[in-house]
């Protein structure tokens, strides 16, 4: 086969008698093969438009595009967001948030010496269960120097009937993570909470915990009955 | 089973699968000199440095026409005793594939000193398409690369 120059007439008898004509379809082949996508001359016109001569700067194009390398995304990442309580950096599926609120007053609870149960706080006119999460994981209270930029919020958490709100020092943000980067959390490890922990993931220079969701709203649920 | 179907002037062939890595379009590639002239050059493919190799220079002594369709078939293939490494090979109108059945592969029994890699062939339309082996392929290409054992010039 010659190769095709860029300015050659291909001859476009689909739109003169086939199905793309002004008249509709009277071609013979048609009623053959129904449809001018499903005939040979139409296939072979389309294969035609590829021996033409390459166009140029088409082998320069091509060159640098497949001179760099494939960004292969990961596939089946989770949405996390990561906080700290007190030193500890830790990270909870993003899914399970509602809102992220500003500290409010809690109100305590008079006759319920519970350190997990800290009292109720009104959010946005809704009485809300207000827990410490720093109690129920056990992390101890130290003076970490934090920026003056830095705020602490509360975090509100779970299905609307069943809120928990909690106070936090810091909020990082949310974090794409893919299953594999996170690793299993050391067996021995006597760090806070590593009960409640399913894994752990270097985020820039800190280590964080992803806790266990399921476990820690069922803890939550039994440590206010 | 799939296999990819292309020219090389005139002549139809096929190749299985399984070793192939990626189509790409016709690049740029870097020629060395002294180079067999089947050898077409490296290529940077994704940062890293692949040999590319010009199918009908080298069955059919006469270079690929550069056109659209011609394209570099990236294989992977195991050098004996060396890890996986990429081989392009260039072809033309590298444009369709088609399903095989194992058993439509008819052994030839009639091996080539020169082209081992021409093992198989295919009937289709009452026509006989040539199975190139990747594996064999390759391992001749790695025999040629060894001047002292086969000197280039007496391959011919």
Same mark, same amino acid.
């Given at each position: 086969?010659?190769?095709?120059?860029?300015?050659?007439?291909?001859?476009?008898?689909?739109?003169?008698?086939?199905?793309?004509?002004?008249?509709?379809?009277?071609?013979?082949?048609?009623?053959?093969?129904?449809?001018?996508?499903?005939?040979?001359?139409?296939?072979?016109?389309?294969?035609?438009?590829?021996?033409?001569?390459?166009? $140029?700067?088409?082998?320069?194009?091509?060159?640098?595009? %497949?001179?760099?390398?494939? @960004?292969?995304? !990961?596939? *089946?990442? =989770?949405?996390?967001?990561?906080?700290?309580?007190?030193?500890?950096?830790?990270?909870?599926?993003?899914?399970?948030?509602? $809102?992220?609120?500003?500290?409010?007053?809690?109100?305590? %609870?008079?006759?319920?010496? @519970?350190?997990? !149960?800290? *009292?109720? =706080?009104?959010?946005?006119?809704?009485?809300?269960?207000?827990?410490?999460?720093?109690?129920?994981?056990?992390?101890?209270?130290?003076?970490?120097?934090?920026?003056?930029?830095?705020?602490?919020?509360?975090?509100?958490?779970?299905?609307?009937?069943?809120?928990?709100?909690?106070?936090?020092?810091?909020?990082?943000?949310?974090?794409?993570?893919?299953?594999?980067?996170?690793?299993?959390?050391?067996?021995?490890?006597?760090?806070?909470?590593?009960?409640?922990?399913?894994?752990?993931?270097?985020?820039?220079?800190?280590?964080?915990?992803?806790?266990?969701?399921?476990?820690?709203?069922?803890?939550?649920?039994?440590?206010?009955? | 089973?799939?296999?990819?179907?292309?020219?090389?002037?005139?002549?139809?062939?096929?190749?299985?699968?399984?070793?192939?890595?990626?189509?790409?379009?016709?690049?740029?590639?870097?020629?060395?000199?002294?180079?067999?002239?089947?050898?077409?050059?490296?290529?940077?493919?994704?940062?890293?440095?692949?040999?590319?190799?010009?199918?009908?220079?080298?069955?059919?002594?006469?270079?690929?026409?550069?056109?659209?369709?011609?394209?570099?078939?990236?294989?992977?293939?195991?050098?004996?005793?060396?890890?996986?490494?990429?081989?392009?090979?260039?072809?033309?109108?590298?444009?369709?594939?088609?399903?095989?059945?194992?058993?439509?592969?008819?052994?030839?029994?009639?091996?080539?000193?020169?082209?081992?890699?021409?093992?198989?062939?295919?009937?289709?339309?009452?026509?006989?398409?040539?199975?190139?082996?990747?594996?064999?392929?390759?391992?001749?290409?790695?025999?040629?690369?060894?001047?002292?054992?086969?000197?280039?010039?007496?391959?011919?």
């Amino acid at each position: 086969m010659e190769p095709l120059k860029l300015t050659e007439k291909i001859e476009n008898c689909w739109k003169t008698q086939g199905v793309w004509s002004d008249q509709g379809g009277h071609c013979e082949r048609l009623a053959k093969v129904i449809h001018c996508r499903n005939c040979e001359v139409f296939t072979r016109a389309g294969r035609r438009l590829l021996e033409r001569e390459l166009p $140029e700067d088409y082998l320069q194009e091509w060159t640098a595009v %497949l001179a760099n390398k494939k @960004n292969d995304e !990961l596939i *089946g990442t =989770v949405s996390l967001l990561v906080f700290r309580i007190e030193k500890e950096w830790l990270a909870l599926p993003s899914l399970l948030f509602a $809102e992220v609120v500003d500290n409010a007053r809690v109100h305590c %609870l008079p006759h319920r010496p @519970n350190p997990v !149960l800290k *009292g109720l =706080v009104n959010v946005h006119g809704e009485v809300q269960l207000c827990v410490s999460l720093q109690a129920l994981l056990g992390i101890e209270s130290c003076d970490v120097e934090v920026p003056t930029s830095v705020s602490p919020r509360m975090l509100v958490m779970g299905e609307p009937g069943a809120r928990w709100v909690f106070h936090v020092h810091e909020i990082d943000g949310i974090h794409r993570l893919h299953p594999s980067q996170i690793q299993a959390p050391p067996i021995s490890s006597q760090k806070t909470g590593a009960g409640f922990s399913r894994g752990l993931f270097a985020w820039g220079d800190k280590s964080v915990a992803v806790l266990d969701d399921e476990l820690l709203l069922h803890q939550l649920s039994r440590s206010v009955q | 089973m799939l296999v990819l179907v292309f020219y090389l002037g005139e002549v139809m062939y096929i190749i299985k699968h399984h070793h192939i890595r990626e189509i790409s379009p016709m690049v740029k590639l870097k020629q060395m000199s002294q180079a067999p002239d089947y050898f077409a050059g490296f290529f940077n493919y994704r940062d890293t440095l692949v040999p590319v190799v010009d199918l009908r220079q080298l069955l059919h002594h006469e270079p690929c026409q550069m056109r659209l369709s011609t394209r570099i078939i990236l294989v992977d293939y195991e050098w004996p005793d060396q890890p996986v490494q990429t081989l392009g090979l260039i072809a033309e109108r590298v444009t369709e594939t088609l399903r095989k059945a194992p058993e439509d592969f008819v052994d030839t029994n009639m091996l080539m000193q020169n082209t081992p890699y021409l093992d198989q062939v295919v009937m289709e339309h009452n026509e006989v398409i040539q199975c190139i082996n990747l594996e064999r392929l390759a391992l001749q290409l790695h025999h040629q690369r060894l001047p002292s054992e086969r000197p280039y010039s007496d391959e011919r």
